[in-house]
């Protein structure tokens, strides 16, 4: 799986936020919120990784939110209607 983005500027964003931020990330209410989406979509384990990084973009700002869907539609290769 490619990022869409280099480390650097993942790494650079994900340093500026608040602690809050950071721990939600990680957090296993996340983690089961994508899993569960996941699972609901019918996404292979490769697809829900590809929903969380995106997930992530849009946390750290890489990505802007009015933009979100667009690129799940994109990466995941998924139609609007999904």
Excluded: D, W
């Excluded at 990022?3 to 296993?28: C, D, F, H, N």
């Amino acid at each position: 799986m490619t990022t869409r983005y280099p480390q650097q500027s993942i790494v650079g964003q994900y340093e500026k936020l608040p602690p809050e931020l950071r721990e939600a990330l990680s957090s296993p209410n996340i983690v089961n919120s994508i899993f569960e989406i996941g699972k609901k979509y019918g996404l292979t384990i490769e697809k829900m990784g590809i929903l969380s990084e995106e997930t992530g973009y849009v946390i750290v700002g890489l990505t802007r939110p009015h933009e979100f869907v667009s690129a799940l539609m994109h990466s995941l290769g998924v139609s609007q209607e999904v």
